[in-house]
Structure formats: C-alpha cells, structure tokens
DNA sequence: CATGAATGAGAGTTCATTCAT
DNA sequence: AATGAATGAACTCTCATTCAT
C-alpha cells in the first residue's frame, strides 16, 4: 500500500509539475507570437530551469504540442456546453462560438497551422493527436447531424470544420485590419458558412 | 536609342538574375518546410554567393513574399484558365482546381500560413499584397457570380476561399496520411463544400 | 547557512568566470588593435564558447565598456599608491606615472579614444561609466589641490587631465617611432605640461 | 607641346575627380560617424561607382587619410590667419580658435584618433603625413615663440599641442552633454591651458 | 530529480574589394 | 578609364539542448 500511495503521490507531483510548465508556455504564448518564444522564457515562467523541460518534454515541439492539445481540449469543452444547452444550439451559434474562440485564442489556431504546416509528428504525437483531435471532431458532427445535413455526415464533419478554420487562416491577421474589425469579418464570415450548409 | 537598348538590357538581366534567385528559392522551398531554408541554400541553389542574394532583395523575407506572390499568380493565372475555358467552369471544377494546385504546391499554402499566422508585414508588404490577392479572389468572385449564390456576392466569395483554404490548413499535413490519400480526402471536401455553396 | 553559502559560490564562480573573460579580452586587446578582435576571438583565448560569452555580457560593447572600466580603475589605484606614498608625491611624478601607465597599457587609451570618438553610450553605460571617470578625476583633483594650482580646481584637473590624455592621443603611435622613443617623448611632455601646470 | 597639354589635361581631369571624391567623404563625415561610412555610400555621393575609388585610392583607408590631411590642411590655414592678424593672435585666442575648430569639424579629430589609436600608416602614408603635420606643428611654435615661452620652444609646441588635442578626446562626446555645453566647456578648458602655458 | 551554465552549430547579414564588360 | 554586379569571408549573436553537479 504504501508503495502504491508512494508512487502515486509522486505521479501527482510530476503531473503538477507538466501542468505548471504547460500552463506557463500557455500563457506566454498567449502574449506573443508562440515562434518566438524561448525555452528559457517559458522555463523562467514556470519558475523552473531549462534543463527541467527536459524532463517533462523530450523537446520544445512536444510540448508545443501539448499546448494545442490543451487549446483543442478547451474549444471542445466549450461547444459541449453549447451543445447541451437547454435551448439548443443552432448551426450559426455552433460556427460563430468556434471562431469566436479562435479570435481569442491566436495561439491555438496558430499552433494549428504551425502543426498542420510543417509540423513532423513522431509516431508518439500522432497517436496522441489522434483522439484529440476525434473528440472535436465529433461535436462538429454532432451540430451537422442535428442541422440534419447532407448524407454523409462525416465528410461534411470536415467540410465545416476545415470551412471555419480556413476562415482563421485567411482573414485572422489579415493586415491593416484591426482585431475588431477582424473579427467582426471572421464572424460575418462564420455566419455564412453556417447558412451555407445549412440549406444544402 | 543605344542608352535605351543598354538600360533595357541590363533591366532584363537583372530581372532574370532575379528571377533565378526566386526559382531557386521555390525549388527548395518545394523540397522541405520552407523555414527551414536558410540564405546559403537558396544562394547555392541559384548558383551565386549568399551576398547577392541581398542585391536583390533586402532581407529573406522579402523573398520569401516574392516566392508567395509569384504562387498566388500562377494559381490565379490556372483559375482564369479555367474561368475562360470554352465549355465553362463549374464551381464544383474550380473548388477542385484550386485544392488540388495547393496539393501539389504546398509551399504556397505553406507560405500563406505562415504569412498569415504570424507575419510581420512592412507597410510596403502589405502594399504589394494587397493588389495581388485581390486578384486572386476577384476570381473566386466570378465564380461565385456565374454560379448565382447568394447576395452578398463579396462577402461568399471570401466564404468560399475561406473554406477551400481551410481544407488544406486542416488536412494537407494529417499525420498518418500519404500524400495520395491526402490529395483524394482535400478533393472529396473541396466537392462537398462546393455542394454547399451551390445549393444555398 | 548553506543556501547562502552556495549562493555566494555561485556568485564566486560566476565572478570568476567573468574576470577569465574579461582578462582573455584584456590580453587580446593588447596584442592588437582592439576594434579588430572579434568575439570569437576572445572566446577562445578565455577557453569558454562564444555562447559563453553573452552569458556574461548582453553584447561585445558592454564587455569593451568593462575592460575599459577595468584599466580606470587599474590607474586610479596606481595613482591613489602615488598620492600616498610616505615621501609625497609631486606634479610632475603624478603626471609621468600616468602617460607611462598608459604607454604600457595602450589599450585603455585606445578604448578610451573609442568611446569618446564615438562611442554610444547606452543610459545604463552612462550610469556606469561616470562614477568610474569621477573617482579618476578625483586624483587629479587631489593632485591639483596638492600643488595648490590656480582657483577653480576643478577646472584645472580637467585642464591637466585633458593635456595628459592628448599627450597618448597625439603621440603614442606617431608613425616612424619606436616604443621607446614614444616613451621618452610623451613622458618628456608630460614633464614640460606638469611644469607650465605647477608654475601658474 | 600637344602631349604635355594633353598629359596635363588629363592630369587635371584626374585631379579633379580625386577632389571631387574627396570632398563626398568629407561631406559625408561630416555628416555621421565616419566609421560607419561605406564605400558605397562614398561612391554614390561622389556620383561615381564604387570600383571608381580604387582607382584614386588604393584602399578606403588612403581616402580616409585624405580627408585627414585636408582637414590639417584646413586647420592649419585657419591658424595661419589667425597669426597674420593685424591686431595680432594671443595664445588663449590662438588655443580657442584650434579647438572651436574641432568642435565644427568632429570628423577631423574623430580621424585624428582613429589614426593616432590605431592606424596602419604605409610607408608612403608616414611620408606624406610628416610634412602635414610638421606644417600644422609650424604655426603652434610660432604662437609659443611669440607668447615667449619656455626654452625648448619645439618641445612645449608639442606639449600645448598635445593638450589642445586632449580637451577633444576626454570632453568633445562626454555622455550626456549637449553640442552647446561640450563647446563651452571644451573652450573654458582650451583658456585654462593656454593660461597655463602662458604663465609658465 | 532538478539545476542552469555551457555549448556550438549555424543563422542572417554586411561590405571592402575585384574584374569582366 | 569607368563601371557596378558579384563576391565570400567574416561578423555578431541566438537558442535548443546537454550534462556535471
């Protein structure tokens, strides 16, 4: 027993450890372009040395990694809820709040392109991605079945979804724009796509 | 005249050294992600000392544009093709045109990610960008227009290269994917989306 | 006891690693002409990288700073011996010691032509570089006070300070001459200004 | 008769395109820190292109010892009238006029400096130095003969040159003071020592 | 297990100088 | 004689990662 609660008292700490780090990079993600940021930085921000990282992260893109996944967590989180309202949820409220998200958090939609761009995915990632990324997915599948569009309801899944994150790609930093004026447009945008899917 | 003939001459070579830079420059940024090319690469490639590289433009990313806006023309130029064919375009044929160009240029929706996550345009930049990708989705416009969708004929038109390039930003890259699979998913949802906007 | 006793082992080392640098550049410095060492340079010559190096110092220019506070302060100790010195210490001593310190020790008068040519001062050289000048120039007040020169003491240290500086920047590398001709001719002016200085 | 007004011609031509180089570099010095002027910005000044230099010049640092003695050239006029006066030159107006001179044409000691602390003189770039000084040295003996001082009158030329030169190199850019102060305090100090030398 | 100093390869960029035209 | 495009060595500085303590 004693052993058991040991290790598992040392498996909490570490998890509290990879959670403080995680959330410094967030954060300091969150203030500034993440390809900017250095070990040293989000370290000093965690309040622990470099080598430290090491340990909880084989490198710097793994735990860049860990960050989208945390991102993805959150939006999915977020349109549960909006899926398990009350009052339901309609197609224009499910792609607004998702690109609503995106505009507030410029790291996750960033991190996803850095990711989908050029990213090299170890096996190990891929197979972590690979749920997260499921679990997003299904709630977009979720609204699309309950909007009771097309046939296929997987493949429009990933119409949508590719639809609103290519509305981030395309106009979030759109230069000369203003952020609000950025997201007014991206919004505007989100509105459409939903409109448009909707009276397939 | 022969002032005329000498300035004109070496305007041209100038503009064809420029030139090979800037092929060189796509080749290699063809053959891996392109931030990892480095100065000496794109110098060795084009055959000159890394030094030249600067005669002919300020810093790496104002070559870098240049590579994007030389992509954003030939996809434009390809969809005017398409646009002026003599049986017409179908949007259906234009969506599929544009994801697949992407597919077999990732650099260029590589570049536009990057641009457009975390770019640091100069006031001249976005002066220079801005006419190019007006042209591009004055295109998409067009079809949008010929196939009669909606009201806002600007606003869907943004929509709709929205979602094209959201295709590519989601699914390009999937990990665990081969190129083939990926080029036949990204066409499957340029289909569906073009689906979408046609029957609103 | 022991956090700060390992403090203050950290802090010794990391002083002590600092001074090897600072001597590596001292020593190179006085091998050749300062403004050609490069960075690499001085890294190997202390044995560390050049990583290592901006541990240390944000950039090349504050360790230059340092190494010319590091010979003001060498002369303002020198000169401080003098003053005390049992059987006193006259004008023109004072004078003599100073431009052979400096003959012997080309480096500091380089740097100090560096800086005052064209040196740019951050705020916070600024703030370091005026205590270090005062405590030298105190000296020369004392000595000025000593020999009860003229009324505005102040005035005339900077005057004699000034005249021993142009001494080294006027003659101590005149083309065509020897090191020791150099030495013979510029301790022979300092003679001649601690004369025209003390018979005011 | 023809080849010599030929050669002359030519000799002339030759002359002055060197001039005309040579002033550019002055402007050009005047302008900025002499040691961040390029070749380039030489050259195109001069409206003529950078290969054309090497032929004046062997190397930019023959040029910049051009620009040196034209300045002695200059300085050394200056005085020259300043002695001729009608009303007679005093030894404080004379020191006044060497270092109000310095104060308008920083270029001038900034070189000085930059030869005198490290300069490579050629051969050739020692004997034509010589005479450029000696000439400038000239009029500083003749004011210390008139002023009657001192016995070895070569000697405390060089001294009162020495110190005249000094007041520039320790107060002409002291950190945080303004044009107007550095010239009031430089000008004070020059009185000082000329008071100094007078009542020796 | 945590540290954090040290690493060192490699980045972008500059610029005096050369030489084919 | 003049050009000016091209050179390429050399610069400073960065930062993910390692490893002795």
């Known amino acids: 027993m004693t052993a058991t609660t040991l290790h598992s008292l040392k498996t909490e700490q570490r998890e509290a450890r990879r959670e403080l780090i995680l959330s410094a990079a967030r954060a300091l993600f969150a203030e500034k372009d993440f ?3 250095t070990a040293r930085e989000i370290a000093g921000r965690a309040g622990v040395s470099p080598g430290t990282l ?3 992260y084989e490198n710097l893109d793994e735990l860049f990694l860990d960050v989208f996944f945390a991102g993805a967590g959150d939006i999915t989180d977020l349109l549960d809820r909006e ?7 309609s197609l224009d409220r499910f792609c607004k ?9 410029m790291t996750f939609y960033q991190m ?5 761009l050029g990213g090299n ?4 990632a891929t197979a972590r991605l690979d749920p997260v990324m499921r679990r997003l997915l299904d709630r977009v599948e979720r609204i699309v079945a309950e909007a009771g569009i097309g046939d296929d309801k997987r493949l429009v899944s990933h119409a949508l979804y590719s639809a609103l994150n290519g509305v981030m ?7 000369g724009r203003s952020t609000g004026e950025t997201r007014r447009h991206t919004l505007r945008l989100a509105g459409i796509i939903a409109r448009r899917f909707e009276t397939g």
């Open 35 to 37: 390809r900017s940021v």
């Open 54 to 56: 090491y340990r909880y």
């Open 83 to 89: 899926l398990n309202r009350e009052d339901g949820c």
């Open 97 to 105: 709040v998702y690109v609503d998200y995106l505009n507030t958090n």
């Open 112 to 116: 996803m392109g850095h990711f989908m």
């Open 121 to 124: 995915f170890s096996q190990e």
């Open 169 to 175: 790609i395309s106009y979030a930093r759109y230069p």
